[in-house]
């Protein structure tokens, strides 16, 4: 089935860097879960926030407007029909269409639930067996994996 972004995702798109936007668009048509933006760039204040409350964990975010003046992250939300969901197996069906879409556009792009993985372009591999070996990885070193399904930014 064919997905296509709403003015309001795309209206979140504004501030996000075009390579970034591209690979939205292009992973919307790739998609078998469908999903929608919910952000983009973020001022310092909402960083500050979304730190204070746990949400983020860092003041570095790439939802913060970067030196070339754009934001290189997005976070999105999948849909089942009109309801939104949080179950991260959709996230990982997500992740494989936004790595497929970046593989296609030639661009670099990271994913909130692999951060050793910096191109998840070049993974061979499922985005759910990326986040597996993340997971792992944060363990094996004894530390908390932090799960960022919805996450997206340029590498």
Known sequence: MAYILSEKSLSKLEGVHPDLVKVVKKAIEVT???????????TLQQQKEYVRKGKSQT????????KDGYSHAVDVVAY?????????????????????????LNISIGWGAAWNIPDITKWNGTMEDAMRHYIDARRAIGKRPFIDGPHFQLT
């Open 59 to 66: 003041m570095n975010s790439k939802h913060l407007p970067q």
């Open 32 to 42: 078998t879960v469908d999903f929608g933006v919910t952000q983009g760039i973020r």
């Open 80 to 104: 089942i029909g009109s309801n939104i969901s949080w179950e991260l197996n959709l996230y990982d069906n997500i992740a494989d269409a936004f790595a497929q879409a970046a593989r296609d």
